[in-house]
């Protein structure tokens, strides 16, 4: 699948997971949104930064990160820390 742009948002998610996890060195645990802004993508992933066992008890954090059109990372930043266990927003 391809945007007006030509870009694969597929593509470009896994390559803005890839490169936050580099400059996390946590792991990318998914993306709960994605949207296209016109110059490139805003992404919201979802970072293990404390692994636990049970993996409920993981502590997880939510960061906005801004790439270019191919998927590269121009800025990023975390905006909440939670338990993986932890009901957000319903």
Do not use: K
Not at 25 to 31: D, F, I, K, P, T
Not at 38 to 65: C, K, N
Not at 67 to 90: F, K, L, V
Request: glycine fraction near 6%.
């Amino acid at each position: 699948m391809t945007t007006r742009r030509g870009a694969d948002p597929m593509r470009v998610s896994r390559t803005a997971m890839e490169q936050l996890s580099a400059l996390t060195n946590c792991e990318a645990a998914g993306v709960s949104r994605l949207e296209n802004d016109g110059d490139g993508w805003i992404f919201q992933v979802e970072i293990i930064e404390v692994p636990r066992v049970p993996d409920t008890t993981s502590i997880l954090a939510s960061y906005e990160t801004h790439t270019d059109s191919a998927g590269n990372i121009t800025s990023y930043r975390r905006q909440r820390r939670y338990p993986r266990n932890q009901a957000g927003e319903m």
